[in-house]
């Protein structure tokens, strides 16, 4: 049999030309990246980009975010997000739009796959918890903590801690904020006073654009709203009326909020691109250096949505965030991890070894809140059930 050699065409410079072809004048190439905190030869088939999304794909934190609470608990039932579902979520969205915008799909992907990795278990409830928690030794933030884990946590090269990823996908994970976050001073090394990439901003508009759309179509499907619920807003309603009028009368309850939902996004989706395209077209940004000194991000919805999406987003505060079970949830999470933290700092010996010998290196507070904050629900709750739950096996 003839040995077939790989084609010449699949190289990392041959990706990279396609990008100079393809890509707006203001995306950012992965041949102009300003390269890794260690220095590695370059990916021989791949470019920066594909290669930092890799790496976090098979990362360890990665793939706890399957137990990792988004809203509703995971033993609430199989099919509710989680965050590694919502993480996906984003970054589906985000492909899109890159593509669709002409901007880099790959760091776009990067960025979205990355974004919630120092995540807490039982969703911002652990975050928060955590935060109160470290109040006198630098608090918590999850975005802060999602550097921590791609910069020293992980611990899967002999030659660095760490993934080393490219400058452009840490400085986007410091600078992702959201309705939850809160800017803090962690990004010394990040241009602080400049705009994110317009990938990054892409990751943002995508995480609310997935986040709002998952939690409304969960809460549909935990019945803690119903359609009747959600005729009344702006934004809900149009979309409604276009699941109904292409479903027709065979429509089930079900398939009319699945069919909602799609359509929320479908209009999110094209709103964006329309109002960014337009945005760029008439701003004078031509490089990614342009877009960091823009007085304002550039990726962003209408005028005209904005309010639609805050009515939407107050509605799920009153109705889903605020709903009995949520909260007896949310609490039940912070009891849970004030427990453990209280445990752990009492008698740190009660950690595995790995963590007692980090908690030498980087003290007991921060070396706690990193193994805590590494915990998925499931683990968590063992934890506790280990060191709070008589005659339970330890």
């Known amino acids: 049999m003839t040995k077939k050699s790989i084609p010449q065409n699949t190289g990392r410079r041959e990706l990279e030309n396609r990008e100079n072809g393809f890509l707006a004048p203001y995306a950012m190439r992965s041949h102009n990246s300003a390269g890794r905190r260690y220095e590695e030869p370059p990916p021989s088939n791949r470019t920066h980009y594909q290669r930092d999304r890799d790496r976090i794909v098979h990362c360890t934190a990665f793939r706890r975010l399957e137990y990792k609470t988004q809203v509703f608990v995971s033993h609430e039932g199989d099919y509710y997000r989680t965050r590694l579902t919502h993480t996906m979520e984003v970054a589906q969205i985000a492909r899109t739009i890159a593509r669709m915008l002409r901007l880099n799909e790959d760091l776009a992907e990067a960025v979205s796959y990355s974004h919630d990795l120092g995540h807490t278990a039982f969703g911002h409830s652990g975050e928060d918890a955590l935060n109160e928690l470290m109040a006198d030794h630098g608090g918590f933030e999850h975005n802060r903590q999602s550097l921590r884990v791609v910069e020293v946590l992980e611990d899967r090269y002999p030659a660095f801690r760490g993934l080393n990823l490219t400058f452009e996908v840490r400085e986007s994970i410091i600078k ?172 740190p010996n009660q950690l595995p070894p790995y963590w007692r010998k980090w908690i030498e290196d980087v003290g007991r507070e921060r070396g706690i809140t990193d193994y805590m904050a590494g915990m998925t629900d499931r683990y968590a709750l063992g934890e506790h059930k280990k060191l709070f739950t008589p005659g339970e096996k330890v």
């Open 176 to 347: 992702h904020t959201t309705v939850h976050d809160t800017p803090h001073p962690d990004m010394n090394e990040y241009f602080p006073d400049l705009r994110p990439l317009l990938e990054a901003q892409l990751v943002e508009v995508a995480d609310s654009v997935a986040y709002d759309n998952h939690d409304l179509d969960d809460a549909l499907k935990m019945g803690i709203i119903r359609l009747k619920d959600i005729e009344s807003l702006e934004l809900t309603s149009c979309a409604l009326d276009t699941a109904r009028r292409n479903a027709g009368n065979a429509a089930s309850e079900r398939q009319l909020a699945v069919q909602t939902v799609r359509h929320l996004i479908d209009l999110e989706i094209s709103d964006i691109a329309q109002t960014s395209a337009e945005g760029l077209s008439e701003s004078s940004v031509s490089s990614p250096d342009d877009v960091r000194k823009a007085s304002d991000n550039l990726i962003t919805w209408s005028d005209e949505l904005k309010p639609q999406k805050n009515e939407l987003r107050a509605f799920l505060m009153d109705h889903v965030y605020n709903h009995y079970r949520t909260i007896r949830m949310q609490r039940k999470a912070v009891r849970i991890m004030c427990d453990l933290f209280g445990a752990y700092m009492a008698e």
